[in-house]
């Protein structure tokens, strides 16, 4: 193992979730790599919905609670490019190993970051008010 993957196993911290005999390969993916990516990049994704917020959407502030959920859904499920740089913020924090299981099921395993990403968001809709941001 690299020094980079030591450090990112060790950086991202345990698996979330459980991980049993009968989990199949995607689901102990998802909570011993996605998870804990997406918790330690939480602070990132925010960031940078606020970003998208200001530069497409800037009535965002002004819909209501269900809207601004439907919001999130589509931009990360429509606008491609948010989605590739979304998707770049997790597949950087792989280790080459976890890149390689990756690649050979991606459409599964996108499938499943984008859906617990939205989800992540859509839990966190409060901080997408106008006075968090100002």
Known sequence: ??????????F???AIGSVSAQSSAD??????VLR?????QNDLFIA???NYISKYKRDFYSLSVEKKIATIENAIQKDIKFRNALKG????LFTVEEYTLYIKNSSSLNKRM???LIERLKN???LFEKSVVD
């Open 114 to 116: 984008m859906n617990m």
């Open 27 to 32: 689901e102990i993916f998802q909570n011993e």
């Open 36 to 40: 804990p990516i997406l918790k330690l």
């Open 12 to 14: 991202r911290g345990d």
């Open 89 to 92: 913020m997790i597949i950087a």
């Open 124 to 126: 966190q809709v409060q």
């Open 48 to 50: 940078s919905f606020h």
């Open 1 to 10: 193992m690299s020094e980079r993957d030591r450090f990112l196993s060790e």
